[in-house]
């Protein structure tokens, strides 16, 4: 087969890549999707498996009374939080139909008419509604990814404009999902402070009132998938993220570890958490948030629904007493976590680069 051509004029400015396959030459990546070549996925390289473990917590074993299953737990989250940055849950108490339905009506968004999508545009400069968020320059490379987003707590985050109409069970399923996740969230926080030995309500009392917002990450199937990124390498702004990866969906998401990117195989209905900058900085880099991306698939598409945990944005923060003395010395300064989110939504993603705000010398 002759090498396909790769950038094609005649495509035009079109950044919806939901609506490449429908251009005279879908087979055609344009130009403003086309990474670097020191951006490009490595997709031929193969990961061994031992170093591809990320942990997996049985939730149940938190709760179920007997002490050496809490023990085992809280240490494979210590290890996790320090090592990995990432785990995922199993036994979470999440009823599966509410995940199965949670990415029906997500899938029924994204194939709806562009016009329909359109009625819910992420304005400039925001990052609710639908359309490409974090892009700021003609010159900045584009995600191979659709993104749906919606602030959900406190509810004047909530702008009703935005909450979709269609599918018509929409709103509904998002509200009962984001409430479940918010106790999952409440929890693992407790349980996260238990492993740094700290009293298990830190998180909570510092936090305030608790954002909360989801986003919902849809990538088609990418005919050069070694060409482009589904969503760029980052981390996550927020406190503790809550990642559901599609059913069937092909693998996509990956982090970095010893400087090599390591995919996170799906695990039968668990969640994929992450440690977001918030917990990275609280800690003072004891547990740390890491960077990742998701790539493409050449005859796939993927789902994730992402949502993400953070302090109220009142509330000022810096590492704890606890975890700075003379051997781990104040790594970050504190501030408002209000500017942090601003900082964070407009700026570009670009690996750890936002928590530069925060970094002390
Ligand atoms: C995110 C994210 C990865 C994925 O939305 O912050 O990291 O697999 N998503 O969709
Ligand atoms: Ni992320």
Redesign the pocket.
């Known amino acids: 087969m002759a090498p396909m051509p790769i950038s094609d004029v005649k495509v035009g400015h079109i950044d919806d890549v939901q609506e490449l396959k429908n251009t005279k030459s879908p087979q055609i990546i344009p130009e403003r999707f086309i990474r670097d070549s020191t951006e490009r996925p490595k997709l031929d390289k193969t990961i061994h498996p031992s170093c591809n473990n990320i942990p997996v917590i049985d939730f149940s074993k938190l709760c179920n009374g007997n002490k050496d299953d809490f023990c085992s737990e809280i240490f494979k989250i210590k290890i996790s939080c320090e090592e990995w940055g990432f785990f995922q849950v199993i036994n979470h108490e999440i009823d599966l139909e509410l995940l199965e339905k949670i990415e029906k009506v997500a899938m029924e968004f994204f194939m709806m008419p562009l016009e329909e999508k359109k009625k819910y545009p992420m304005s400039p400069g925001t990052v609710q509604g639908y359309g490409q968020a974090f892009v700021f320059s003609e010159n900045q490379k584009l995600d191979w990814c659709n993104m749906f987003a919606l602030g959900l707590e406190p509810h004047y985050l909530r702008n009703p404009k935005l909450w979709p109409t269609k599918p018509s069970d929409f709103s509904e399923t998002v509200e009962v999902y984001s409430r479940e996740i918010r106790k999952l969230c409440k929890n693992l926080l407790k349980y996260i402070a238990v492993s740094l030995e700290c009293n298990e309500d830190v998180f909570e009392e510092m936090f305030g009132v608790a954002v909360q917002a989801v986003?919902m990450?849809y990538?088609p199937a990418c005919p050069r998938p070694d060409l482009v990124l589904?969503?760029s390498p980052?981390s996550?702004g927020s406190a503790l993220?809550v990642?559901q990866?599609g059913k069937g969906s092909s693998v996509?998401?990956q982090i970095l570890k010893h400087n090599t990117w390591i995919p996170v195989h799906p695990v039968p209905n668990a969640l994929v958490i992450n440690i977001g900058d918030t917990i990275e900085v609280l800690t003072n880099g004891r547990y740390k948030s890491v960077e990742?991306?998701?790539v493409t698939h050449r005859e796939k598409d993927?789902l994730?629904i992402?949502t993400?945990y953070a302090p109220s944005y009142e509330i000022e923060l810096g590492p704890m007493q606890e975890l700075v003395d003379d051997s781990n010395p104040c790594k970050y300064r504190r501030y408002n976590h209000g500017e942090y989110s601003k900082h964070y939504v407009t700026n570009k993603l670009q690996g750890k680069r936002t928590l530069e705000f925060a970094k002390i010398n």
């Open positions: 986003r990450n990538y589904g969503l980052h996550d993220t990642l990866q996509g998401l990742h991306r998701a993927r994730s992402v993400f």
